[in-house]
């Protein structure tokens, strides 16, 4: 082992040309961004890149690495573009740690740190991603991880049209929340893992109080479709574009039934009825969970923007009537990676939370609509289509 720090060390002061990294030993970690960021505008107005460092701890007689913080720096910047402590890596990092306990990578496992950085207002987005990270070492002195370079996309997020025709929304499990069941799901299908949910979001109609039922609904566990308020709104194309792909038939669950797992990670597996809509090349739209009987074309078909794909609905992998939307750079669920992209108008209501969607905690009241252009809706956030 102690051949093998000296050899590195030397390594990092040919490399770096710098004392400082020479005297300290070089992580034995494997890290990389598999999927390069793009930059693009929220809800905040603000400019935001979201990404996966990906940190494998290599070696079986390593032992535990605990990353002690991560400074990420921009172009050739000496002062870090973001910096963030050990606890915050706590609540960034999948496999999560214990409560209250640090990120602590064990020899032969990865761990996956999300990240997620607002740019300063004003700013452009850097060109280039750097890295730098210190572990402190079950064994041997604490360790450097200086480097991993990603470039930043520089193709602007596409600009699309409403997905939905007109109500209120909330955009639930939306752009920003590390731990939501989209961003944080990795699918790992014939040797590729990509987050195909990266910027996706739940669309769950809501009242002008903020509820997802109209009023009246006695028990909420023993609900009916009738009851929730987008169930079956109209599902609309948000671009000129082709179907690369359609499927009907699927039963739809009762609404907040439990739901198994699913026999596999496969888009009519997981989305129940659907529609993929290409709209550019290598990018596409899909909607899932939609009404049975209600999708209007296949595969094929050549749809215009604002044209009538189908109805919002509780099919496959659905707990409550929903529209789930997402864009990815493939067709199929799995194998995809996610893509931002923005709405070209919408109105901005401020967050709500799901406990608000059923008449627990503060009340929520629609404020004054804000017209919002050319953004992204983040997290539990509130909009409006025309």
């Known amino acids: 082992m102690k051949r093998r720090y000296e050899t590195l060390a030397l390594v990092a002061s040919l490399f770096w040309g710098s004392t400082v990294v020479a005297q300290q030993p070089l992580a034995p970690v494997e890290a990389r961004v598999p999927f390069a960021p793009t930059a693009f ?11 996966e460092l990906d940190i494998t701890n290599i070696y079986g007689d390593t032992g535990a690495l605990k990353p002690q913080g991560l400074d990420v720096y921009g172009d050739d910047a000496s002062v870090p573009l973001a910096s963030f402590s050990a606890g915050k890596l706590a609540g960034m990092t999948r496999p999560a740690p214990a409560e209250h306990a640090p990120v602590s990578i064990e020899s032969g496992k990865r761990a996956v740190i999300y990240v997620w950085i607002t740019l300063p207002k004003g700013s452009l987005s850097p060109h280039m991603l750097r890295h730098r990270m210190a572990f402190a070492a079950e064994k041997g002195k604490p360790e450097l991880l200086d480097g991993v370079s990603v470039p930043v996309n520089t193709t602007a997020p596409l600009t699309l049209g409403a997905p939905l025709r007109g109500g209120l929304w909330l955009a639930h499990e939306g752009p920003g929340n590390a731990h939501s069941h989209h961003w944080g799901s990795l699918v790992a299908v014939n040797g590729m893992v990509t987050i195909p949910q990266r910027y996706a979001f739940d669309l769950v109609g809501i009242d002008r109080q903020g509820h997802a039922m109209h009023a009246g609904v006695k028990d909420i566990g023993h609900s009916r479709y009738v009851d929730w308020i987008g169930y079956g709104a109209d599902v609309i194309a948000v671009a000129d574009g082709v179907i690369s792909d359609a499927h009907d038939g699927e039963q739809e669950h009762a609404p907040l039934s439990p739901q198994g797992e699913p026999d596999s990670l496969t888009t009519r597996a997981v989305f129940g009825n659907y529609v993929v809509l290409q709209v550019a090349p290598s990018v596409f739209a899909s909607y899932a969970h939609l009404q049975r009987g209600s999708v209007k074309v296949h595969a094929g078909d050549h749809v215009t923007r604002g044209q009538l794909l189908g109805h919002l609905g509780q099919s496959g992998g ?7 939307f997402q864009l990815s750079n493939a067709a199929t669920f799995e194998g995809s990676e996610g893509l931002p992209f923005v709405f070209d108008r919408f109105d901005f209501f ?7 969607l059923f008449g627990q905690g503060g009340p ?22 025309p």
């Open 41 to 51: 505008t929220g809800t905040d107005g603000l400019n935001h890149l979201a990404y």
């Open 364 to 385: 929520w009241t629609a404020p004054p609509a804000q017209h919002r252009q050319a953004q992204l809706p983040l997290n539990d956030v509130v909009i409006g289509f």
């Open 318 to 324: 659905s707990s409550a009537p929903h529209l789930h």
């Open 350 to 356: 401020g967050p709500e939370s799901e406990a608000q």
